[in-house]
């Protein structure tokens, strides 16, 4: 994985392609876009670099007091969501997709504390398709059969659990946003951030030289372009061995790899 992320994300600042879009279902759409109306997300929204349908899950309800939830089969606290009504949203929603598109072109996630957690790896992969369908689920969540039946994907932002998956939404949105060419002025920044080498980036420092009596490492003053790499190389190292070492093994595992097949040929 992290032999090819590079390559991934050259094809993605290079790349030309129709306009990303993402779908979104949910009990409160006056939640979107919210922060992603803001900074470079919007001006790219505000520039049709990408764009938003926010769907109000209610308007599928089949009742006129628009009920979408009902209390768990077999008892228990709160509500769930129910099947029919979620089915009838995400139907109308696969209905605009742009004509020819595919499930696997354009996939459907329910944002859930109990999905496979949200990585880079994951984002650049949304990024990839023509457009994303983002379920907002509440209370206890989706009755299971509409997981099921519509083939939704689970995605969780980590171990934790948020009254909504609109917060979850934007966070994943934002993610995906920011890699679509033409969104951030400088893309080759893309390439020394976080998770996109397999380390954590290295410290960042700017103006004043010093400060508080901390001054910035000498090697970064230098101007010799060689000694920065290979000392931001070595800090991005050292924090991912010490921060994060579900990482640093991966990542380790790979070098290894290059390294022995530099030596086989």
């Not at 509500?79 to 072109?105: F, L, N, S, W």
């Not at 509440?138 to 171990?159: A, P, Q």
């Not at 991005?236 to 579900?246: A, F, G, N």
Request: proline share 5%; with cysteine.
């Amino acid at each position: 994985m992290l032999l090819t992320m590079g390559r991934k994300i050259r094809k993605q600042i290079k790349g030309d392609r129709k306009m990303w879009q993402a779908q979104i279902l949910t009990l409160y759409p006056e939640m979107f876009p919210g922060p992603l109306g803001f900074s470079l997300a919007g001006k790219a929204l505000e520039n049709k670099l990408w764009a938003m349908d926010v769907m109000q899950i209610r308007d599928h309800a089949l009742d006129k007091h628009r009920n979408v939830d009902d209390t768990p089969s077999g008892g228990g606290p709160g509500m769930v969501m129910r099947a029919d009504v979620i089915g009838r949203a995400i139907d109308a929603a696969q209905d605009k997709r742009p004509e020819g598109v595919t499930d696997d072109d354009w996939p459907l996630i329910y944002l859930s504390p109990r999905g496979k957690r949200l990585d880079q790896k994951m984002v650049h992969e949304f990024a990839d398709k023509k457009g994303i369908t983002l379920i907002c689920g509440r209370f206890e969540g989706l009755d299971e059969r509409v997981l099921e039946k519509r083939n939704i994907r689970e995605i969780s932002l980590g171990d934790f659990v948020l009254s909504g998956g609109e917060i979850a939404a934007l966070m994943l949105m934002d993610a995906v946003v920011r890699l679509i060419p033409g969104v951030i002025g400088e893309p080759d920044t893309l390439l020394e951030e976080s998770f996109s080498s397999g380390l954590l980036e290295y410290p960042q420092y700017t103006r004043p030289q010093i400060w508080e009596g901390l001054e910035i490492p000498d090697v970064l003053m230098s101007g010799h372009h060689e000694n920065i790499r290979k000392w931001r190389l070595e800090a991005s190292e050292k924090l991912t061995k010490e921060r994060r070492p579900d990482l640093w093994k991966e990542y380790s595992h790979q070098k290894n790899a290059r390294a022995q097949k530099k030596s086989d040929d």
